[in-house]
């Protein structure tokens, strides 16, 4: 059985930084594409960041841009996701994600393509 288990979420004041690991169990995910995805209260699931399965290929969203980086460390098959300079409007439920579907080489922007989820880890930015 496939899963995706994230932490490292919490309350952090303006400003500061957290990192959050999806780390994956049950199969190998080297070279698909993976995502991390937030859900704020009373909004859709936005994607923040995605990168191709061969990790050459990156995409970030023009509200974090900057400020998150996502890596991947295929040997302990983990995707972090490093916020910095984090802001009120970043608190959210985040979620990774992996679509096995999507060719290595591209990144995956479809939230519907994404087959894999993990439960989520809650970030709260305090003002």
């Known amino acids: 059985q496939v899963q995706l288990l994230e932490s490292g979420g919490g309350l952090v004041q303006a400003g500061g930084s957290l990192r959050l690991s999806c780390a994956a169990s049950?199969?190998?995910?080297?070279?698909?594409?993976m995502g991390w995805f937030r859900q704020a209260p009373g909004k859709e699931r936005e994607l923040v960041a995605a990168?191709?399965?061969?990790?050459?290929?990156?995409y970030y969203a023009d509200s974090v841009q900057g400020r998150f980086a996502i890596s991947r460390d295929n040997a302990k098959n983990t995707v972090y996701l490093q916020l910095n300079s984090l802001k009120p409007e970043d608190t959210a439920v985040y979620y990774c994600?992996?679509?096995?579907?999507?060719?290595?080489?591209?990144?995956?922007?479809?939230?519907?393509?994404?087959?894999?989820w993990g439960q989520g880890t809650q970030v709260t930015v305090s003002s």
């Open positions: 994600a992996v679509s096995t579907r999507t060719p290595y080489w591209r990144v995956q922007l479809l939230e519907s393509e994404y087959d894999y």
């Open positions: 049950g199969r190998t995910f080297g070279l698909s594409a």
């Open positions: 990168f191709s399965g061969s990790r050459t290929n990156t």
